[in-house]
């Protein structure tokens, strides 16, 4: 089966900088990526995706980037503002068929004023 | 156009009560997924329906656990007999017919006394 891992549970950051959040996947035939954002008490919040035969996807402040050959995501946000604090998932979809999402453990981000 | 809705949001039941959980799919979304997170943990998947039918319910515990999505109404997750071991946050996502993206409601916390 699929596993997902963080590399880090917590990174602290100052407002203006930039934040990169990696993730580690274990399964070669996944075929889409998910980053998602957890607010305290809420449910996670769809950020930005990729699919298997992309490297890299930007979207607003944010990109992902996907290295198929070490199994390796990450998510990098620009600027990083105070309400970018929160818990970020990856999810990983581990084929064709499949509708399951595998979700790593999270990466807390803290923006420090 | 509301987002995935669940309730209740906070539920406290107390051990050998039974737990009713409820989601409503985002209009024109006829998949729903349950996921289950522990604290400090990511989600785990549970089980995925669409309409009147379990897809896959390859996470979800053989004993106690058991979830339907009807025809009319929201899907249910139903745990008879709960345990502490079952509280946590409960999940819900739905989709679109074919698409990856799955969306996200606000949860239900329960609370096993």
């Known amino acids: 089966g699929e596993s997902v891992g963080l590399h880090l549970p917590t990174l602290s950051v100052q407002e203006g900088d930039n934040s990169i959040i990696n993730c580690a996947y274990s399964?070669?035939?996944?075929?889409?990526f998910i980053w998602y954002k957890q607010e305290s008490g809420k449910g996670p919040q769809f950020i930005i995706d990729?699919?298997?035969?992309?490297d890299k996807r930007q979207g607003q402040r944010v990109t992902v980037l996907l290295n198929k050959t070490v199994k390796h995501l990450s998510l990098q946000i620009a600027a990083t503002q105070p309400g970018d604090s929160a818990v970020y998932f990856c999810?990983?979809?581990?084929?064709?068929?499949?509708?399951?999402?595998?979700f790593g453990k999270g990466t807390k981000l803290s923006v420090i004023p | 156009n509301a987002g995935v809705m669940q309730n209740p949001r906070h539920l406290v039941r107390r051990r050998g009560q039974e737990a009713r959980l409820r989601c409503s799919p985002m209009?024109?979304?006829?998949?729903v997924y349950w996921y289950r997170q522990l604290p400090e943990e990511g989600l785990k998947f549970m089980v995925y329906?669409?309409?009147?039918?379990?897809?896959?319910e390859s996470g979800m515990p053989k004993e106690r656990f058991s979830a339907e999505f009807p025809k009319e109404g929201p899907s249910i997750l139903r745990i008879q007999q709960v345990v502490r071991g079952d509280s946590a946050a409960y999940f819900c996502?739905?989709?679109?017919?074919?698409?990856?993206?799955?969306?996200f409601g606000p949860g239900t916390r329960l609370t096993v006394l």
């Open positions: 996502a739905s989709s679109q017919n074919g698409a990856y993206e799955q969306f």
């Open positions: 999810a990983v979809y581990s084929g064709a068929g499949s509708y399951q999402l595998t």
């Open positions: 329906l669409q309409k009147e039918n379990i897809i896959d």
């Open positions: 990729i699919r298997s035969n992309m």
């Open positions: 209009k024109g979304h006829s998949h």
């Open positions: 399964n070669s035939a996944s075929d889409y």
